[in-house]
């Protein structure tokens, strides 16, 4: 697997969620969207790094144990976490309210409830013996870089798209999924 290459896509898979909030934010932040922009694409990426980093020590420890059938569980966490962005895309398809992200509590909290899924993908890394710390940086700089697009074009786009922008970020996750599947089962040669 090409690991920058899928870095990418599920840096981009993952800062869906980040995009989202920094919609809601930037359509109702009428000064400082400089100040909010940097505030989240610092939270939001730093968080998106870190647990994917956490998800991968938690991970390490186990993954030796289920090495014969570690990329099911990988691409089945893949799947879940794209499953469940698709849904709340189809059911949450309105804009979301605008969190004050100037109040340090409420960033802390959106930083984790948007990172709990990296996660899951550290978890997934741990699985598949991949170091993290390439992938980690880069799903960080792209969470980052969506946040501060996400508040610049929040009162333009964001009221087009809300919350539907995680039905891209979910497919993004579960084609990565049958992508693990396929290189450990049939272009590995192993049969399923």
């Not at 030796?64 to 794209?82: M, S």
């Not at 709990?116 to 700089?141: M, Q, Y």
């Amino acid at each position: 697997m090409d690991l920058l290459f899928t870095s990418v896509f599920i840096g981009i898979g993952l800062a869906m969620d980040c995009l989202a909030v920094s919609f809601a934010v930037g359509g109702h932040q009428k000064s400082s969207r400089l100040r909010a922009a940097l505030i989240l694409a610092l939270f939001f990426g730093g968080f998106q790094s870190g647990m994917t980093l956490l998800g991968w020590l938690l991970g390490s420890g186990f993954a030796d144990a289920i090495a014969a059938f570690d990329h099911w569980v990988a691409a089945g966490l893949l799947f879940i976490i794209g499953g469940k962005m698709i849904l709340d895309g189809i059911k949450d398809g309105h804009e979301e309210e605008a969190p004050d992200i100037f109040n340090l509590v409420a960033v802390l909290i959106l930083a984790v409830a948007t990172s709990i899924d990296a996660l899951a993908v550290g978890l997934s890394f741990a699985l598949l013996h991949i170091t993290p710390l390439i992938p980690a940086f880069i799903i960080g700089l792209i969470s980052g870089f969506f946040s501060i697009g996400g508040v610049f074009t929040g009162g333009k786009v964001g009221h087009l798209v809300g919350k539907r922008i995680d039905l891209l970020g979910g497919c993004i996750l579960i084609l990565i999924g049958v992508r693990i599947v396929l290189e450990h089962t049939i272009w590995n040669g192993n049969g399923v």
